[in-house]
Every structure is written in C-alpha cells, then in structure tokens.
C-alpha cells in the first residue's frame, strides 16, 4: 500500500489520468460487455444514462480522492476555497457565461442565410423552454463533476510544471479522448452496427474545439483561481453547444471547424498580448 501511495505522490498527473479513465472507461466496459461496442440503440436509449453518470464519476472521484491523498486535509481546503470563490468581478462571469453562446451565434447566424441546417435548435424547436432547462441543467451537472477533476486537481498540478497553453492542450486533448468510448458506444443503430454519421461529429468537435476551449479554460482559472467559474464557463459550452444552440446534424462539422477555428485565433491572440505584457 505505502508503494502505491509513493507512486501516486511522486506521479500524481499519470495517477490521475489512470484513475480517470479506469473509472470511466471501466464502467463503459462493463455496460458494453451487455451488449458489445458499439451497441444496439436498445441498449444505448436504457443504459445511457448509468454511462453518462459512470464516466462522470471518473475525473470526479479521480481529482477529489488524489487531493486527499497527496494533499490532505490542506489540500481540501484550497478545493472548498476555489470551488466557493464567486467575488471574482462581473467581467469574468460574462466572459464565462456568454462568450460562447454570443461566438456560436455570430458564428450560426450568418451560416444560416446559406443553409437553414445551420439555424441553432433554440429558434427551430417548439419546446423553447423544455430546451434551454435541459441545456442548463445537464451543462452544471456535468461541469461541475468533470471541473473537480480536470480544474480541481489536474491543471494545478500540470502548472506546476508545464505553461499555460502546454496545460490547456494536455488536458484538452486527452479531455477529448476520454469522451470517445461513450461516443462509439452509442454511434451503433438497431443492429448494433457502428454508423459514422453518429461517430464522426463528435469526434471532429472533441479533437478541433475542446483543445482550444481548454486552453481558455486555463486562462481564466489561472486569473481567477475560481473552481466556480471554471465549472461555469464549461457548463455554457456544454449547454449551447450539445442543446441551445445546436444546429441540425448536416451542419455540424462545418461548423465545429468554424468555431475551432474562431478559439484557436482567441488563443493565439492572447498569447501575443501576454508576451507583449512581459516585455
């Protein structure tokens, strides 16, 4: 035992990515075994949710048992601190809420004079309210799960170590990866057989914009060292991106690439602004 807890002490970024993806793709492993990957939509629309909570608990149980471990009581303490930090300035909280939903909509709502495909769910559905509550309340549910781990524990680490943009591209690349067993296991239609129109969207999303949107993540958190924020600002992508805002399916690499595109020059602009501010 006192090995183990040597190893994860003196390794706590590889801790926990492993405990990360144990818990979370372990779970999934053991739905899939019901029925394979990927699976039948039989099994996907029943168990989905028992999957969504088990990857969940991954970066949730990872971050908030490592900081005990490696921290202790102290390391608590910061969390709890962090995590009920709010009197960080108006300012941070528009940037955290509404720079998305604003970028999607300058994005969609030029798009959508090409192609209707492009119009965001908000405007096209007919349960606007059903829609938004939805939207808002998987966003906080997941964020704040996800933000214990990922935030919580291993961005502070990694920066430690590593700059700004090197913690934000790790953790938002293998943020990206750590979605992609749930995604192919419920890319499968009636027979099970894997359908790339389900599968490839997400996959371009994952690898092109949550890279970027890390990296941003980072930023905030680093000016703000406010657990709180950081859960919010991902609770507005997930909100607006997966429900609010979501355009029809045709139209979802396009514009993936196109907001991907819009963060990575955000990224690259604050980059030159922070050098410029150290000269």
Known sequence: MSTILSIIRNRPIWAYFTITFGISWGGLFVIAGMGGLPGNTTQTDALFPIAITLLLAGPCVAGVSLVGLIDGKAGYRVLLTRLLRWKVGVRWYLLALLATPVTILVILLPLSLISPAFLPAILTTDDKVALVLSGIGVGIFGGLLEELGWT???????????????????????????HFLVTYWASGD????????????????????LPPFRVLMVWVYDRTE????????HASLTANTLFILLPQETAHIPYYIVFATVLWITVAALAVLSREHQV
């Open 152 to 178: 919580a524990f291993a961005v502070p680490k990694l920066r430690m170590r590593v700059g700004l943009l090197a913690t934000g591209l790790i953790v938002g690349g293998i943020w990206g990866v750590w």
């Open 226 to 233: 406010s657990l709180l924020l950081a859960s919010l600002m």
């Open 190 to 209: 009636a027979t099970g057989e894997l359908q790339m129109s389900l599968l490839l969207p997400p996959l371009v999303f994952y690898a092109v914009v």
